[in-house]
């Protein structure tokens, strides 16, 4: 099971941690990573990081957010800073149990999904 929090309404320039706890059998986070949705728009891939620690972030968010994951607390965090309108979207954390092998916003590394957290920008 994967349960965000962080998400909440900020003005631009802002910033906000975003934290995903997982919960269960650890072997199922190899590859974990930060998705989005905009209403109206594809799901797009934010940021993600493999079992050796090795991270990609898509180029919208690159030099602005970072993600790390605390694997004694089993926690997924997103740093996002310089918060812009167009952040503004669902975040979902994902967890796969094979090492990331297909694209940043591809679903198919992922069989594990939460709920979301809503981040607004304005």
């Known amino acids: 099971q994967l349960v965000e929090s962080g998400g909440d309404s900020v003005q631009p320039g802002g910033s906000l941690r975003l934290s995903c706890a997982l919960s269960?059998?650890?072997?199922?986070?190899?590859?974990m990573g930060w998705l989005r949705q905009a209403p109206g728009k594809e799901r797009e891939g934010v940021a993600r990081?493999?079992?050796?620690?090795?991270?990609a972030y898509g180029d919208s968010v690159k030099g602005r957010f970072t993600i790390s994951k605390d694997n004694a607390k089993n926690t997924l965090y997103l740093q996002m800073n310089s918060l812009k309108p167009e952040d503004t979207a669902m975040y979902y954390c994902?967890?796969?149990?094979?090492?990331?092998?297909?694209?940043?916003?591809?679903?198919?590394?992922?069989?594990?999904w939460g709920l979301g957290t809503q981040v607004t920008v304005s």
């Open positions: 994902a967890a796969g149990p094979r090492n990331c092998d297909y694209g940043l916003s591809s679903s198919l590394d992922y069989n594990y």
């Open positions: 269960g059998d650890t072997d199922k986070s190899h590859c």
């Open positions: 990081i493999d079992s050796d620690g090795s991270t």
